[in-house]
């Protein structure tokens, strides 16, 4: 079955099956699988799950890096009917106690130093956890297998949830369904023309809607994922050439790093497209980009959310002429420009974007009040109708049907492609005894896109004490390392808005 001639959604685990069977489909550090064999591998570890007394849309997660058995589990979850709930690896234990407690996950899947360092008590009592290498060991053991006939084919029902920052609070889940991932996989494959001779290098963290896609989309085209966890941008360089890769997508800061190596031929000579999301090219970026791999690989900009997994593209041929615009909709998206009355904004006319059709998510996990705020009924005049995602972006789309963005309605800080609440840097700053308020601003980077800054009035009683250097050290153990500020600011009083609340708006242009 070639997915790629499917019009509509389809059970997510189908992707596993590929048309050409003796084809490879992943690359790891353990070794290599064709389709055949991924497809093998996705039912023993689907029928490893069902063996653990797992029930149907139970959440199972996993905090581990680009192994094999990472790349399995949303394929496997979902032959399974279970829900995946994945992890960053680089996020500390308290951020995975919240995601475990909040989903109600029954079992994580991770490794033995992080099994070290979680306190458990932090963690929902019904959570059980398990080594990975005992999971793969099990497999490599075990005889049983599920194939795909075994499967949920309601292409609505629930199969993920990735927890992404918002504009207060901690991380929220938002919930995915089959149809919205594997329509997802198949979108991304057309528009970026993926086939089964490519070779997709997976560096994005694949707890990430976009990281990944990078596999989803690669399967869904037929061709090859080659996860890699890297250390530095040289890895990245080395392994584009010893894997000959065709596709590699990154987030700006990433980019800004590579462009600044030497690539030998070998790591350019098979690179077809350059995929970003994330956060914004820019002009000279694109220059920069263009100098190393020239007019012969296609250079793709993106925008997405994930409660709408990716909403717009630009044609590689326009990114030249229009190296900051957000392109147009992606197969599968309407996307709408609605003014602040409800009507689609006029050409050049600044409005929200709003994204509606098959690609919009199922809202958040247990949070109805947020969902309401974000999830709303399409404006009069889409063509989808149903529920919409409201991103709070404004953009604006010009004559020629372009989209450009315009700014954040919310306190959102990106920084090197992540998505960061300030409330989350807030808390923990709070919660020693010695700080009395935070506020933590993003602030223009060239190399990150925001950095941040960590505004803070000291307790009385540690007025003549080092804060900024005791709470240096305490973040820095209790947050992960996009989160860390560049700077900490300490005021002896903070400005208050007329509600008298903290004003963000004066402290994002304070002078300092």
């Known amino acids: 079955m070639n997915v790629l001639d499917q019009n509509n959604a389809f059970p997510l685990d189908w992707l596993a099956i590929g048309e050409d069977h003796d084809a490879i489909a992943l690359v790891t550090r353990s070794g290599s699988l064709n389709y055949k064999m991924l497809n093998h591998r996705v039912g023993q570890l689907a029928f490893w799950l069902r063996d653990q007394g797992i029930q149907v849309g139970d959440r199972v997660a996993a905090w581990l890096p680009k192994t094999e058995l990472a790349c399995l589990m949303p394929l496997a979850c979902a032959r399974a009917d279970l829900v995946y709930v994945p992890i960053n690896p680089v996020l500390k234990p308290a951020q995975v106690s919240h995601i475990l407690s909040d989903s109600g996950a029954v079992l994580l899947i991770t490794n033995a130093p992080r099994i070290k360092s979680m306190d458990w008590e932090l963690v929902n009592g019904g959570c059980r956890l398990v080594d990975d290498r005992q999971v793969s060991q099990s497999i490599a053991e075990g005889e049983g297998s599920l194939d795909p006939s075994s499967a949920n084919t309601n292409t609505e029902s629930l199969v993920a949830i990735l927890y992404t920052s918002g504009s207060t609070g901690r991380p929220k889940g938002v919930m995915l369904s089959h149809g919205n991932l594997s329509l997802g996989a198949i979108s991304v494959a057309r528009y970026l023309k993926l086939g089964p001779d490519d070779r997709t290098l997976c560096v994005l963290p694949l707890s990430f809607d976009y990281g990944q896609n990078q596999l989803l989309s690669t399967w869904a085209a037929g061709g090859c994922a080659v996860p890699l966890d890297y250390l530095a941008p040289r890895d990245v360089i080395k392994a584009c050439d010893r894997e000959q890769i065709t596709t590699l997508a990154a987030v700006p800061p990433l980019w800004v790093q590579l462009v600044e190596q030497e690539w030998p031929d070998g790591s350019v ?244």
């Open 269 to 512: 000579s098979a690179m077809r497209r350059l995929t970003n999301s994330g956060g914004a090219l820019t002009p000279s970026l694109v220059s920069e980009l263009r100098s190393i791999f020239g007019t012969k690989t296609d250079l793709y900009a993106m925008y997405g959310l994930t409660e709408a997994f990716r909403s717009t593209y630009l044609d590689p041929s326009l990114i030249d002429e229009n190296p900051t615009s957000m392109g147009t909709a992606i197969p599968f998206a309407e996307i709408l420009v609605v003014d602040g009355n409800g009507n689609i904004a006029k050409p050049s006319e600044e409005g929200e974007l709003v994204h509606a059709g098959p690609l919009v998510a199922h809202g958040y996990w247990q949070d109805p009040e947020r969902s309401a705020r974000r999830f709303k009924p399409a404006p009069k005049d889409s063509e989808y109708g149903g529920l919409a995602v409201w991103s709070g972006d404004t953009v604006r789309r010009e004559a020629d049907g372009l989209l450009y963005f315009v700014g954040r309605d919310d306190a959102m800080i990106k920084s090197s492609g992540n998505r960061i609440s300030p409330n989350e840097i807030e808390e923990v700053a709070i919660e020693t005894e010695w700080v009395a308020e935070a506020v933590a601003i993003g602030i223009p980077d060239d190399r990150l896109g925001h950095a941040i800054r960590l505004f803070i009035r000291v307790s009385d009683d540690f007025k003549n004490e080092d804060v900024d250097a005791l709470l240096t050290k305490y973040l820095k153990r209790n947050l992960p390392n996009f989160m860390q500020p560049q700077d900490i600011i300490v005021l002896d009083e903070f400005p208050k808005n007329p509600n008298g609340k903290l004003d963000r708006n004066a402290l994002a242009k304070a002078e300092v």
